[in-house]
């Protein structure tokens, strides 16, 4: 049966009130306002960026020398690229693990007083400023956290990872990693243990008459469930990792050549400790340009961890439903 | 005042039909398989449940009655030792399964939470598994470990009347059924452990008529294997399906009681305590 009555405008909801027009308006331009931002970061690094990719080319991203004198000076961040990432990753292998037993223990093992101890603390210690997490690294956890690194070499250096020649335990990217982990615990824990706390009573009931352990409950039930947001979670901590400066600067001796896997080795790299370290001693337009060059690539490398951050949440979200 | 009669005297009418099946159906019924002795419950200070003596013979069904917030959830849960995960739950008094004693010391809540398995009020099945995985999921959950999964795939869902409807996409998430397959898939699922009892929380309350239907048949298939203790506001529910009924009531905070138990023809047609019949024909609760 065809019908020729047309159709009406039904978008009036949206317009018609007074009140929902100024509120939407608002907020619209509100989200407007931080895209606008980060757009102008972008194209401020990108204008920064392109006078120093044509003088010194893709060696830029490629090459580790850092040669502020030489003629014609070469700059090569490869090192400090590939650093972040490894601190990054140390920061993970040992941040994550730390991070879901405490979630795990404060959700569904802890007494109720006690867990909600834990939260308070463990979301001010998120509050700490890294000034302070570095000055604390600084005097009271890199002296005995070079003992234990000693340790780790005693007994595991016939694994490369853990091999150190020089004799020099200071300034190791392990050490920078321990720092960034001890960052990264409390935005991982606290996400961790929000998102657990949202498993369905309904589903662990369910595993409860089924016979499940602690184990076996979290590893069929909880942990599936939170998959997505746990992930988000450890990526929101990565991204602190990645663009961590000045905690590293305190533990992490800067060096430019790769230092590939010998984490208790002195000497890594860092994008972000290298622009604060490098900063006060800038001669000339140029240098500053290339500084404000490897903040970009820096830049662009946590936006990707962000974008497969949401990503990944968003898949395991639609596998849900 | 009519009306009232009149509804009475048809449902006397409709149970005198259903005598006969309910008498076929206590052919099966055996020896003792359960049995609550002088159980008292307590969250916190507050008494919740007050001196429950029940016996559930084997291979019988059992209906517990009674309005909102009177303890019949409260009393299935402490049947498999589920109500110790609240925090601050007490009990005391005994519940004896197969003769022993479930809450002894050296019982493993495990065991019997595996022996004795249960359905709840609302469908849930684990929404990031199979239909398949979801039937074997007591198995992983328990660390059970049984080698015939294909078989005990097809068992159950056929035990739960789902068997025709799922058996082509057994790899399809669990969320793409309907809210009443969904119930009869977590059935199926609490009967992949080999529960010789099986509680069941208002199983069929988020459910349309006809899912209702379907539930109602698969308990009374299932019962002539395993020892059903059902809890359901459905007053026609209770008579379609049990061989046994028990009422329970709780004034105001105060904790519930079974007012009167026994067969169910009795509790509905020959009920001895006046609040039982005023329930039971609708008049309160």
Redesign the interface.
């Known amino acids: 049966m065809a019908t020729d009555t047309p159709m009406r405008d039904l978008s009036g909801s949206k317009k018609a009130h007074r009140g929902d027009r100024i509120f939407n308006r608002t907020i619209t331009g509100a989200a407007f306002t931080s895209l606008l931002v980060l757009a102008g970061i972008t194209i401020f690094l990108g204008a920064q960026t392109i006078p120093v990719l044509q003088d010194q080319g893709l060696s830029f991203l490629t090459t580790t020398v850092w040669d502020t004198t030489g003629v014609p000076p070469e700059y090569g961040i490869a090192g400090m690229l590939y650093g972040s990432l490894l601190l990054a990753v140390i920061a993970l292998v040992i941040a994550v693990p730390v991070s879901l037993f405490l979630a795990v223990f404060m959700v569904f093992m802890a007494p109720a007083k006690l867990s909600k101890i834990l939260t308070n603390l463990i979301d001010l210690m998120a509050a700490i400023p890294s000034v302070i997490i570095g000055l604390w690294a600084f005097y009271v956890l890199v002296p005995p956290a070079e003992e234990w690194q000693q340790l780790l070499n005693h007994y595991l250096g016939w694994i490369p990872l853990f091999a150190n020649d020089s004799g020099n335990f200071s300034g190791t990217p392990f050490m920078a990693g321990l720092v960034l982990a001890i960052m990264m615990i409390p935005i991982v824990t606290s996400i961790t243990a929000e998102v657990l706390k949202r498993t369905p009573p309904e589903l662990i009931n369910a595993a409860e008459s089924l016979g499940c352990s602690m184990w076996t409950m979290l590893r069929y039930v909880a942990l599936p469930f939170g998959r997505g947001g746990i992930v988000g979670g450890i990526m929101l901590g990565l991204g602190r990792a990645l663009g961590e400066t000045i905690a590293v600067f305190f533990v992490l001796k800067i060096v430019f050549d790769i230092n590939f896997f010998n984490i208790l080795e002195s000497g890594g790299g860092s994008v972000a400790t290298l622009i604060v370290s490098k900063f006060g001693e800038t001669n000339g337009e140029f240098e500053v340009q290339v500084l404000l060059a490897a903040g970009f690539f820096l830049f662009l490398g946590t936006l990707f961890v962000n974008a497969l951050a949401n990503l990944i949440v968003r898949r395991t979200e639609r596998l849900r439903s | 005042m009519d009306s009232v009669q009149t509804a009475t005297q048809e449902m006397m009418k409709s149970m005198s039909e259903l005598e006969v099946e309910v008498d076929k159906s206590k052919a099966h019924v055996g020896a003792i398989e359960m049995e609550a002795k002088n159980v008292s419950v307590w969250f916190g200070k507050r008494k919740v449940l007050e001196d429950v003596n029940m016996a559930f013979p084997k291979n019988s069904v059992t209906a517990l009655i009674g309005p909102s917030g009177c303890g019949k959830s409260t009393f299935i849960r402490t049947l498999?030792r589920?109500h110790e995960?609240i925090?601050g739950a007490a009990l005391a008094g005994e519940v004896l399964y197969e003769g022993n004693d479930i809450y002894a010391q050296n019982v493993d809540p495990?065991?019997i939470?595996?022996s004795i398995?249960?359905v709840?009020q609302?469908p849930?099945?684990?929404?990031?598994?199979t239909i398949r995985g979801n039937v074997l999921?007591?198995l992983?959950?328990?660390?059970?470990k049984r080698s015939d999964h294909d078989d005990i795939v097809e068992q159950t869902l056929t035990s739960a009347g789902l068997w025709k409807e799922v058996k082509d996409r057994l790899n399809a998430h669990a969320?793409e059924l309907s809210g009443g397959q969904q119930q009869r898939l977590?059935i199926a699922?609490?009967l992949a452990?080999n529960p010789h009892v099986l509680l069941m929380d208002e199983p069929c309350s988020a459910l349309d008529p006809a899912s209702t239907l379907k539930i109602e048949e698969t308990i009374r298939q299932l019962s002539k294997d395993i020892t059903i203790i059902i809890v359901t506001h459905n007053m026609q529910q209770a008579v379609r399906v049990s061989d046994y009924t028990a009422f329970f009531l709780a004034e105001e905070n105060k904790p519930g009681y079974v007012v009167e138990q026994g067969a169910t023809t009795e509790i509905f047609g020959n009920p001895q305590d006046e609040r039982t019949l005023d329930y039971v024909n609708g008049r309160f609760g």
């Open positions: 498999n589920l995960l925090p495990v065991h939470r595996l398995g249960m709840f609302k849930n099945p684990f929404p990031s598994m999921s007591g992983k959950l328990s660390g059970m969320g977590v699922r609490a452990v």
